[in-house]
């Protein structure tokens, strides 16, 4: 079973996140929903009956949360991030893949950025494209080895975000792919902890869709070794 951690809604409550439910049982996996506000102790006794979990995009930095919302939820993904870590360090795999928000804050967690001002540091870009993946050593590369040179003839991701990393050396942190101008996949070298900017939850034809179940393959294929 592979949790994921939903957005709060605007008013109350948490969103279902249906595109990256069924992203995730599109490889055959069982999806469990994660409210964003759920009391740490009842968070950390769910991630211990999973075995994998993944962050979702969004734009929870923007004006559409309360700072209350935004802070909850970031403190859910520190809460996540400490105890799944906590898990590798004591021998347990536990994989962790964000997508788009969920890859920035991956990033900035590596950095030991403050939950408060997590997205001060990051560069704007206003994108909304389909990309190519040119893809560098790596355990995802070895993944995609078979759609590889397909990948970097035909456009197979897309963009719908707003923010973005410089291309500069990340502690702890292999940079898998970028897109022109910043880092769009990473993978931590300590940990299966994955990272993609771009959104496979939303393949828009027949090539993106089977990029799309690859990368759920391999989310499936890394939880299976929990």
Same mark, same amino acid.
């Given at each position: 079973?592979?949790?994921?951690?939903?957005?709060?809604?605007?008013?109350?409550?948490?969103?279902?996140?249906?595109?990256?439910?069924?992203?995730?049982?599109?490889?055959?996996?069982?999806?469990?929903?994660?409210?964003? /506000?759920?009391?740490?102790?009842?968070?950390?006794?769910?991630?211990?009956?999973?075995?994998?979990?993944?962050?979702?995009?969004?734009?929870?930095?923007?004006?559409?949360?309360?700072?209350?919302?935004?802070?909850?939820?970031?403190?859910?993904?520190?809460?996540?991030?400490?105890?799944?870590?906590?898990?590798?360090?004591?021998?347990?795999?536990?994989?962790?893949?964000?997508?788009?928000?969920?890859?920035?804050?991956?990033?900035?967690?590596?950095?030991?950025?403050?939950?408060?001002?997590?997205? /001060?540091?990051?560069?704007?870009?206003?994108?909304?494209?389909?990309?190519?993946?040119?893809?560098?050593?790596?355990?995802?590369? /070895?993944?995609?080895?078979?759609?590889?040179?397909?990948?970097?003839?035909?456009?197979?991701?897309?963009?719908?975000?707003?923010?973005?990393?410089?291309?500069?050396?990340?502690?702890?942190?292999?940079?898998?792919?970028?897109?022109? /101008?910043?880092?769009?996949?990473?993978?931590?070298?300590?940990?299966?902890?994955?990272?993609?900017?771009?959104?496979?939850?939303?393949?828009?034809?027949?090539?993106?869709?089977?990029?799309?179940?690859?990368?759920?393959?391999?989310?499936?294929?890394?939880?299976?070794?929990?």
């Amino acid at each position: 079973m592979i949790g994921i951690i939903a957005l709060p809604k605007r008013n109350k409550g948490s969103v279902y996140p249906e595109n990256y439910v069924k992203w995730v049982e599109s490889s055959g996996s069982k999806a469990v929903v994660l409210p964003y /506000d759920l009391p740490k102790r009842q968070l950390v006794q769910c991630l211990n009956q999973l075995d994998g979990v993944v962050w979702t995009g969004g734009s929870i930095e923007s004006a559409t949360y309360s700072h209350k919302q935004y802070v909850t939820y970031m403190k859910s993904l520190v809460t996540c991030f400490e105890t799944v870590k906590a898990y590798n360090d004591d021998g347990r795999y536990y994989p962790l893949f964000g997508i788009c928000l969920g890859f920035e804050i991956l990033v900035l967690f590596s950095k030991k950025v403050d939950v408060n001002h997590a997205f /001060d540091n990051m560069k704007h870009h206003f994108r909304d494209s389909r990309d190519c993946i040119v893809l560098k050593d790596s355990r995802l590369r /070895d993944w995609f080895l078979p759609l590889e040179k397909k990948m970097v003839n035909q456009p197979c991701a897309t963009h719908h975000h707003q923010f973005g990393f410089d291309i500069k050396p990340l502690k702890g942190i292999t940079i898998v792919s970028t897109d022109k /101008d910043f880092i769009n996949m990473i993978e931590y070298k300590k940990y299966p902890f994955y990272g993609v900017q771009f959104h496979p939850e939303r393949p828009f034809d027949a090539f993106s869709e089977k990029v799309s179940l690859h990368f759920s393959l391999f989310l499936k294929h890394e939880c299976e070794k929990n």
